[in-house]
């Protein structure tokens, strides 16, 4: 028989994501309470023991911690920010997806409301929440993670990232880029060997392991991006922009975008002019870091 845990805990928004965070919890053997706007969306968790409150200020009452995952930001305060809601003293924890900004203003928004506040960001797909391939981060005051994370481990991998409430959603962009442009190289890649002939699963293997093996050079570049100094210890910055060349030169030639590349070229001759074409590829944060127009 599962175990009951003492911790109740409350789920307000449940889409795809908000039932898998509801189902993990009940998995766990929390006391679990739910509430949507389209209640038949309860149906399947009320069957396996959920609570469906019949109003939000009844299921923020309900449990100890509040995980809100609605559509956005807006959406939360037009839920939370109702006359008849009371949150003074209670503990949220936003999982709504957003930026930076919003992450500070909501912060701002419920501490001034005599709430708890804490902000996340879920990096993960809804089959996986429960898994410790889910990786949840959170960002807010140390103090209220700590009190809560027994409990939230029963989502994934749960990490704490820093006191400023933006963190997460910075993280998870970050991430985002992270995603798009490993996929995008590996994109072009393959549009280039498609004009041989060559499919993509025929490439895939080999594509996997070159981007495993640039993510061994991470720490290393990290160690010079911080401390502002970019010798070439691998490869200079004007050499790695010969071979942009030949991937452009070689895109245009077979009939393949070269956007990308072109792109990538440009930065890198902006950083040479500025005369960094001895140091290694990490200066480029230094291109990265401002605006384009700067």
């Given at each position: 028989?599962?175990?009951?845990?003492?911790?109740?805990?409350?789920?307000?928004?449940?889409?795809?994501?908000?039932?898998?965070?509801?189902?993990a919890?009940?998995?766990?053997?929390?006391?679990?309470?739910?509430?949507n706007?389209?209640?038949?969306?309860?149906?399947?968790?009320?069957?396996?023991?959920?609570q469906l409150?019949?109003?939000?200020?009844?299921?923020?009452?309900?449990?100890?911690?509040?995980?809100?995952?609605?559509?956005?930001?807006?959406?939360?305060?037009?839920?939370?920010?109702?006359s008849?809601?009371?949150?003074?003293?209670?503990?949220?924890?936003n999982?709504?997806?957003?930026?930076?900004?919003?992450?500070?203003?909501?912060a701002?928004?419920?501490?001034?409301r005599?709430?708890?506040?804490?902000?996340?960001?879920?990096?993960?797909?809804?089959?996986?929440?429960g898994?410790?391939?889910?990786?949840?981060?959170?960002?807010?005051?140390q103090?209220?993670?700590?009190?809560?994370?027994?409990?939230?481990?029963?989502?994934?991998?749960?990490?704490?990232?820093?006191a400023?409430?933006?963190?997460?959603?910075?993280?998870?962009?970050?991430g985002l880029?992270?995603?798009?442009?490993?996929l995008?190289?590996?994109?072009?890649?393959?549009?280039?060997?498609?004009?041989?002939?060559?499919?993509?699963?025929?490439?895939?293997?080999?594509?996997?392991?070159?981007?495993?093996?640039?993510?061994?050079?991470?720490?290393?570049?990290?160690?010079?991006?911080?401390?502002?100094?970019?010798?070439a210890e691998?490869?200079?910055?004007?050499t790695?922009?010969r071979?942009?060349?030949?991937?452009?030169?070689e895109?245009e030639?077979?009939?393949v975008?070269?956007?990308l590349?072109?792109?990538i070229?440009?930065?890198?001759?902006?950083?040479?002019?500025a005369?960094?074409?001895?140091?290694?590829?990490?200066?480029?944060?230094?291109?990265?870091?401002?605006?384009?127009?700067?």
């Amino acid at each position: 028989m599962r175990k009951k845990t003492d911790t109740p805990v409350t789920v307000i928004g449940l889409g795809r994501m908000g039932q898998a965070l509801a189902g993990a919890f009940l998995k766990a053997g929390h006391p679990t309470t739910v509430w949507n706007r389209t209640t038949s969306k309860a149906n399947q968790l009320v069957a396996e023991g959920a609570q469906l409150a019949p109003t939000v200020g009844d299921a923020l009452k309900a449990g100890s911690l509040t995980i809100i995952c609605v559509t956005d930001y807006q959406g939360m305060y037009e839920l939370l920010g109702a006359s008849d809601i009371e949150l003074y003293g209670t503990m949220l924890l936003n999982l709504t997806s957003g930026d930076s900004a919003q992450a500070r203003e909501a912060a701002q928004w419920a501490e001034q409301r005599g709430a708890h506040y804490l902000d996340g960001a879920i990096m993960a797909i809804p089959p996986a929440i429960g898994t410790a391939e889910a990786v949840i981060l959170h960002s807010g005051p140390q103090s209220d993670f700590e009190a809560h994370k027994s409990t939230l481990d029963a989502l994934g991998t749960v990490t704490y990232l820093g006191a400023d409430h933006g963190l997460a959603s910075l993280y998870d962009v970050a991430g985002l880029a992270m995603m798009w442009s490993v996929l995008n190289a590996w994109l072009q890649g393959t549009a280039l060997l498609r004009t041989a002939g060559v499919d993509a699963a025929t490439y895939a293997p080999f594509a996997q392991q070159i981007a495993a093996g640039v993510a061994e050079w991470l720490p290393g570049y990290a160690g010079q991006i911080d401390s502002g100094s970019f010798p070439a210890e691998v490869s200079a910055l004007e050499t790695e922009a010969r071979t942009m060349t030949h991937l452009i030169e070689e895109s245009e030639a077979a009939g393949v975008n070269a956007e990308l590349p072109k792109l990538i070229k440009a930065m890198a001759d902006r950083s040479i002019a500025a005369g960094h074409g001895g140091e290694q590829y990490p200066v480029l944060i230094e291109e990265f870091g401002k605006p384009r127009d700067a």
